[in-house]
């Protein structure tokens, strides 16, 4: 149940994204195709920060310490270009225009996610 309210919450975050990051949109010829294209483009994006970031913290270490954590940003616009590449491959209705609009996607996704998961709990509390 805590993956699907996860998977909605990350749809939502990059439905968000598409209205506020100019270079980030999602063409389906309908509202539902568009729903259907943002929670598909949320499994891979929850799939590829899933198996990557892991990997890239630990190879990557020395510059997120250098950095201050800011390197973080940099790792978050690739993975998002990334996933924007498999969607393509998925011949997805969803586009990412070039590193900048990667960048600035990355940050509202998780500043979006963060503030819906501040009302939305990841599980049913069962007492």
Not at 29 to 46: C, D, H, K, P, Q
Not at 75 to 100: K, Q, S, Y
Request: overall charge neutral.
């Amino acid at each position: 149940m805590g993956y699907l309210i996860r998977l909605v919450i990350t749809a939502v975050a990059l439905w968000v994204t598409t209205l506020l990051v100019p270079g980030i949109d999602v063409s389906g010829r309908s509202a539902g195709e568009n729903a259907l294209t943002l929670l598909v483009v949320a499994v891979i994006f929850g799939v590829v920060n899933m198996v990557l970031k892991p990997i890239i913290h630990v190879v990557g270490c020395v510059f997120y310490v250098l950095t201050l954590g800011l390197f973080a940003l940099v790792v978050n616009a690739l993975l998002f270009l990334l996933t924007d590449w498999i969607a393509g491959e998925f011949d997805l209705p969803f586009h990412v225009n070039g590193f900048g609009a990667a960048f600035w996607g990355g940050i509202v996704v998780a500043v979006v996610s963060w503030l819906i998961s501040l009302v939305v709990p990841d599980r049913l509390d069962r007492r």
